[in-house]
């Protein structure tokens, strides 16, 4: 019976302690996919003043399978930056399936739980989970590079998670497309460069076809929507799918500024002088 799978109320103190410690145990002991493949991206000397904030909400819903006890939970951590237009952008990387509110974001996914456990006769409970993680992965005077990382599993024989990038300039918060660093009548110049660069970080010879090892349509190379910055470079990152099955995992690729300023744009090289000149000032 459903009402014997799932305890909806907890009545003694040292049954809620129980609870708190099993619960603490699962998550140490899950792996969250999607954190597994966090980049270090830049040196971290912060410009912005911003402060990290964590929620995590469960359901009120504890599966019991074989005397053991767990539950589903939602945990979203991001930055609160002093300035509050900054924080709209913080929102938008989370509120990706047009929530409102971190709250209702919250809500949506434990609601879903809980639906499924109302409306289904579950023969072998199983917890849920989601977890969603922005990070200030550059912050100074010039850029600022937020990631969301997320994981997510609600059933099935494994979780998915994706990361996201966003590019932003740190006077007016602007979101920064590629075309700002790449100009737009050298794009498929750069795209052969980071062809080429792809092929050697996957041991392909110049001639080797993607067909059918790789998702690329047509069998013809591809840069990836998610772009950041680093010192370094720019960075592409196809994610869980994109270009591969599941079991490859997703894929970074970087292509030095050395090897592509006949393609940037004026803004672009000032960009990446200021952001390199920032970093050699602190170290």
């Not at 951590?77 to 929530?99: C, R, T």
């Not at 966003?166 to 460069?193: C, G, W």
Request: proline residues 2%; hydrophobic residues 35%.
């Amino acid at each position: 019976m459903l009402i014997s799978i799932f305890k909806t109320k907890i009545n003694t103190i040292i049954f809620s302690t129980l609870l708190i410690a099993l619960f603490l145990s699962c998550q140490s002991n899950k792996t969250d996919g999607a954190n597994s493949h966090r980049q270090n991206i830049s040196s971290r000397t912060d410009s912005l003043i911003y402060r990290d904030t964590v929620i995590r909400e469960i359901s009120k819903y504890f599966p019991e399978r074989d005397g053991e006890i767990d539950t589903s939970f939602v945990k979203v951590s991001y930055p609160i930056f002093q300035d509050s237009a900054m924080n709209k952008h913080v929102f938008e990387n989370i509120l990706l399936e047009g929530e409102t509110t971190i709250d209702q974001y919250i809500d949506n996914f434990l609601e879903g739980y809980g639906n499924f456990v109302e409306e289904n006769n579950v023969k072998y409970p199983i917890a849920w989970e989601k977890s969603t993680d922005v990070f200030v992965e550059m912050n100074n005077p010039y850029l600022i590079m937020l990631s969301n990382i997320t994981y997510e599993y609600s059933g099935g024989a494994h979780g998915n998670s994706f990361t996201l990038w966003n590019v932003y300039d740190a006077h007016n918060y602007k979101k920064l497309a590629l075309n700002t660093f790449i100009s737009e009548n050298k794009m498929k110049e750069f795209t052969k460069i980071a062809e080429r660069f792809f092929r050697q970080e996957e041991g392909l010879t110049d001639t080797t076809s993607l067909e059918s090892d790789y998702f690329f349509e047509n069998d013809t190379f591809a840069l990836a929507a998610n772009y950041g910055i680093s010192k370094e470079g720019i960075m592409f990152y196809y994610n869980q799918y994109e270009i591969k099955p599941y079991s490859e995992g997703p894929t970074l690729l970087t292509i030095p500024f050395e090897n592509i300023q006949d393609c940037m744009t004026e803004t672009g090289k000032n960009y990446i002088k200021n952001v390199k000149e920032y970093y050699n000032s602190i170290q």
